[in-house]
């Protein structure tokens, strides 16, 4: 089975930026759709953004669009979400899913989760 795991997390200042990782350990992270997620403090689950297999196709939610980017090296079996022009807003666990068919309600996998704290 795949096992996810991020990392990049911490603590970076109002306008700053992180590149969060997320590698896979399994053999199956090319056939799969990556998405990252995050919950801030005392709310619910959000999505943050997705990317098919190949890399081709990507979307975002409203709230990150032109200031997040999610990648992924197939090669290195990682995907990636560059965030950039942080806000406190976007203080949250941030966790990577994998899933085949992109079932973002329920993902086959999830990472552990990564701390990203943005000071104001």
């Known amino acids: 089975q795949e096992q996810l795991v991020e990392s990049g997390g911490g603590l970076v200042q109002a306008g700053g930026s992180l590149r969060l990782s997320c590698a896979a350990s399994?053999?199956?992270?090319?056939?799969?759709?990556m998405g990252w997620f995050r919950q801030p403090p005392g709310k619910e689950r959000e999505f943050v953004a997705a990317?098919?297999?190949?890399?081709?196709?990507?979307y975002y939610a409203d709230s990150v669009k032109d200031r997040f980017t999610i990648s992924r090296d197939n090669a290195k079996n990682t995907v990636y979400l560059q965030m950039n022009s942080l806000k406190p807003e976007d203080t949250a666990v941030y966790y990577c899913a994998a899933d085949r068919t992109a079932n973002w309600r329920g993902p086959a996998y999830w990472g552990q989760g990564t701390q990203v704290t943005v000071s104001s």
């Open positions: 990317i098919n297999w190949s890399g081709g196709r990507k």
């Open positions: 399994g053999r199956t992270l090319s056939n799969n759709a």
